[in-house]
């Protein structure tokens, strides 16, 4: 599957990072991880600051599939809102995804200082506008429950969202809680220190064609034909993790993204905030450390790599008028623009954790439009659960949750 097309921003602004080499022989290992992106990177860091002996592969170029492509906003606020998540999972599941996904924002915070490394991540803050009068009602009951449950959040009125942030809408909720960051970088960079400090192993370009289950765990087979002998196996293959799903559990988008030329920093909006909205598909936008818009959205549902490169220029295009009806005062010049693919699931969370029956085989799937927290939840839950520790977070984001 092309996983994007068009430039990602990211590929261009950091080195191209490909100093691996495929595996060229049978070998053995505790935890194989199959995917280098943000998911495989974090999972990798978990595993091997607790000790234990893993391994990545990946049929690209490390961290070069939808880590690549994504804009990296860090929010808390997952894309089905709380009201509704609560509707669909009851409170208590809702309200711990919710919990869980912003701690997960400090806790990548928290994964950088530890290895003295900033991916660009940087604290901003995230303004959720109301697109028209329905949306408006929403952000009433959805700040009522962010409130009950202690979740960041406060209320913009017209006025002050106008006074405040130079923005034009009947109402926004805010929180000082969300960040931002490179995530091609984050994930190659933890690549390369776990390397360097305890040994990982990365192979790439190497695909995983077949896989067994044995008495001891899995044997992998890459395409040239290699055994992997492994105890237990991490798929944290994005959005190609189907090959080794028994079954579909997401639904696959096109999404577009573009940046500006840098700006003058004065020109860019107050707070360089996360701005998203109520409308579905959203349109959402942030900054960059070099001082340029990165904005993105127009999500339509995915038939095909085709179809959805063929709509790049126009999507483009609707972008910018989007931006344009926001800031129309900020100039924007498109510098790259690019679409990728991204999955969603029916409740808005991840799946992660063993699919029945299959207990050395755990998934780590970050789908939706906070892949990048997700990632780090996954790691966290992996590692416990070979540590033998619980989490409770397995049964939010687990198979067999029951909705
Ligand atoms: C345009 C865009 C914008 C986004 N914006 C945001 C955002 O603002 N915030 C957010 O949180 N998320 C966002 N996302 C989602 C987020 O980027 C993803 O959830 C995240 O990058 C997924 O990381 P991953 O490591 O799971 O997958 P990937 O980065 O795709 O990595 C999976 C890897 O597995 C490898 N692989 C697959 N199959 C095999 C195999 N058989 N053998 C070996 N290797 C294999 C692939 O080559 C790939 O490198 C966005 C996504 C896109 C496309």
Known sequence: MDLYSGLPYWLIKNQLVNHYNPLKADMQVDVAIIGSGITGALTAHELCRAGI?????????????????????????IDVPLVDMERLLGTDVAVKAYQASLQAITDIEDVFNEVSYNPDFSRVSSIYLA??????????????????YGLPVTWLDAEALWEKHRLKAPAA?????AAQMDCY??????LHYHEQQHGLRVFSPTEIRGYQETKRGYDLVTADGFRIQSRYVVIAAGFEAGYFLPKKVMDLNST????????????????RSLIWETRKPYFYMRTTSDNRMMI?????????ADRRDRQLRAKVEQLKQQFGKIYPDIPFEVDMAWCGTF?????????IGSWSGKNRMFFALGYGGNGITFSMIAAQVIKHILLGNDDERI???GFDRSH
């Open 343 to 351: 999955s969603t699931t029916k409740d808005g969370l991840p799946y």
């Open 53 to 77: 002996d893993c391994a990545v592969f990946d049929k690209r170029m490390v961290a070069t599939g939808s880590t690549a492509a994504s804009t990296s906003l860090l929010q808390y606020e």
């Open 296 to 304: 993105g959205g127009a999500d339509i549902s995915y038939k095909d």
């Open 256 to 271: 577009y993204a573009l940046i500006s030329q840098p700006v003058d920093e004065d020109q860019l909006w107050p707070e």
């Open 131 to 148: 697109s028209n009068k329905k949306g408006r009602r929403l952000l009433e009951s959805e700040l009522v429950a962010r409130q009950q």
């Open 395 to 397: 049964k939010i984001f």
């Open 185 to 190: 970088r984050a994930a190659t960079y933890l």
């Open 173 to 177: 909720l805010k929180n000082t809680e």
